[in-house]
């Protein structure tokens, strides 16, 4: 059982997850470098051990283990990303986040917790970025009203959670919601932290290639209240 947000979430039960971590854990085992897992360790600030696998191989052994298993249900994914996540080495992350990039489109809202838990256990950008535009992103683009979820995530002091509040419209293009993507980013204007102001600009960037002028538009009007990080992010696709 696991917390997240104030649930309990349970690990359901999956004869397809079974398969998959049986086979994950082995292959992954088989190949670790601890030599390398030490250098990507520090690299990623010591936010969790790792194995040693670069990517390259790590994909090539994951395509290994998936290799003849069947398309997932939500229930699955639910399985096999919260037992990835509840095992150490970073490389069983990144496992679950490409999984759930693969088949996001299988999930219904009713797995955002499940994506909420993902994004505030062992929290950094290498797995929070890549579940926020992918995964949270599509979760909110197939039931718009997640969108109260997201206006509840940008205020929260949690920041990987406002981080993926800010971040999950990147993929959208001229789907974005951009009043509240111009809401989300004044919201947090202010904040200290290097990540949130970095995904403001980021978020902004990114819009600019649908709607540059919306975006010099919000950014002559309100690019005062921005930090300079957040500014010089969000003009690079401007003229």
Not at 49 to 78: H, I, W
Not at 96 to 125: I, N
Request: aromatic share 8%; proline share 6%; glycine share 6%.
């Amino acid at each position: 059982m696991m917390v997240t947000g104030g649930r309990t979430i349970g690990v359901p039960h999956s004869v397809l997850a079974d398969t998959v971590l049986e086979r994950l854990t082995a292959a992954y085992a088989t190949a670790a470098d601890s030599g390398r897992a030490a250098a990507m360790r520090a690299y990623m600030k010591d936010v969790a051990p790792f194995l040693g696998l670069p990517t390259p191989e790590r994909r090539a052994l994951s395509r290994t283990v998936l290799a003849g298993t069947p398309r997932p249900d939500e229930t699955d994914c639910t399985a096999i990303a919260l037992r990835c996540w509840a095992l150490p080495e970073r490389e069983y992350h990144y496992f679950a986040v490409d999984y759930l990039r693969r088949h996001a489109g299988r999930c219904t809202s009713g797995f955002l917790p499940v994506a909420r838990h993902l994004v505030t256990t062992v929290p950094w950008w290498d797995t929070v970025d890549l579940l926020a535009a992918h995964v949270v992103g599509a979760l909110v683009a197939a039931d718009p009203r997640l969108r109260a979820e997201m206006d509840a995530w940008i205020a929260d002091d949690d920041l990987w959670l406002a981080r993926t509040a800010l971040l999950h419209q990147l993929r959208h293009k001229e789907r974005t919601d951009a009043d509240r993507l111009f809401a989300y980013c004044l919201r947090q204007a202010g904040h200290p932290d290097f990540f949130i102001r970095k995904a403001i600009g980021w978020a902004l960037r990114e819009y600019a290639k649908t709607a540059p002028e919306a975006v010099r538009t919000f950014l002559d009007h309100e690019g005062r209240r921005l930090s300079p990080l957040s500014l010089r992010e969000a003009t690079k696709n401007l003229p």
